[in-house]
């Protein structure tokens, strides 16, 4: 069965450093997210992604993170000066279709990102 | 995006039906109740959704009253691997594909 993918699984790094995160999204699918959970905390919405530009963002969505997806697999997260509040699992997902009945998100297994 | 309410834990008895109930009394009438659920930190799971019509699939039912402001997912032989928490959501508009998820319910399925 398909199912999205994500590297690394666990990303440690030293406050104000750039961090990449990586997802390769199912690859009929058209959609991209990326979501983020603090431990302990509710699954957020960062940021929506169609037809190689953002679609919706959230407020979490500053300037300090953006996406890219470089080539026909890879699907990015980066953050280019981390905080501390950036500690938490960040989710990719994908999905065929989106909106009204075709909402069927398939999320990849996470990365925790813990800022130091 | 229409909000949720949905109990904060419940436990049920391997074996047996598990009834999770979720109210959504401010849904729009082009939106979806869609189900998710996440085990331990993984990656959240889609479950089933609908729009009024009872569903049913290989993973569960879902029960969506009349007037629909409420719905009820169903796992009918729960098991010790359904113990996650459980997310009704509301979606749909045609201008947005964001899930929101709310705090959900942790349905711990004991033996």
């Known amino acids: 069965e398909p199912e999205v993918t994500q590297t690394p699984s666990h990303q440690v790094t030293q406050m104000g450093q750039e961090v990449i995160l990586r997802c390769v999204p199912i690859s009929n699918h058209l959609y991209f997210y990326w979501y983020r959970q603090i431990l302990g905390q509710k699954v957020e919405f960062l940021v929506s992604?169609?037809?190689?530009?953002?679609?919706?963002k959230s407020e979490i969505f500053d300037d300090q993170f953006s996406v890219e997806r470089p080539d026909g697999s890879n699907f990015t997260l980066k953050i280019r000066s981390t905080k501390l509040e950036d500690s938490a699992m960040y989710f990719c997902a994908s999905s065929a279709e989106a909106g009204g009945s075709y909402n069927e998100q398939f999320f990849g297994p996470g990365t925790r990102l813990t800022v130091l | 995006d229409a909000k949720t309410t949905q109990p904060p834990s419940m436990d049920c008895a391997e074996g047996r039906a598990a009834n999770l109930p979720c109210n959504h009394s401010?849904?729009?009438?082009?939106?979806?109740v869609y189900w998710y659920r996440q085990i331990h930190s993984q990656g959240p799971q889609y479950i089933i959704h609908g729009l009024k019509n009872n569903e049913t699939n290989e993973m569960a039912s879902l029960i969506i009253t009349e007037d629909r402001k409420s719905s009820t997912l169903i796992l009918p032989h729960a098991t010790l691997r359904d113990t996650a928490v459980y997310y009704c959501i509301v979606s749909g508009s045609y201008n947005t594909d964001k899930l929101i998820f709310g705090t959900g319910t942790r349905l711990q399925v004991f033996p």
């Open positions: 992604f169609y037809n190689n530009e953002i679609s919706e």
């Open positions: 401010t849904i729009s009438g082009n939106e979806y």
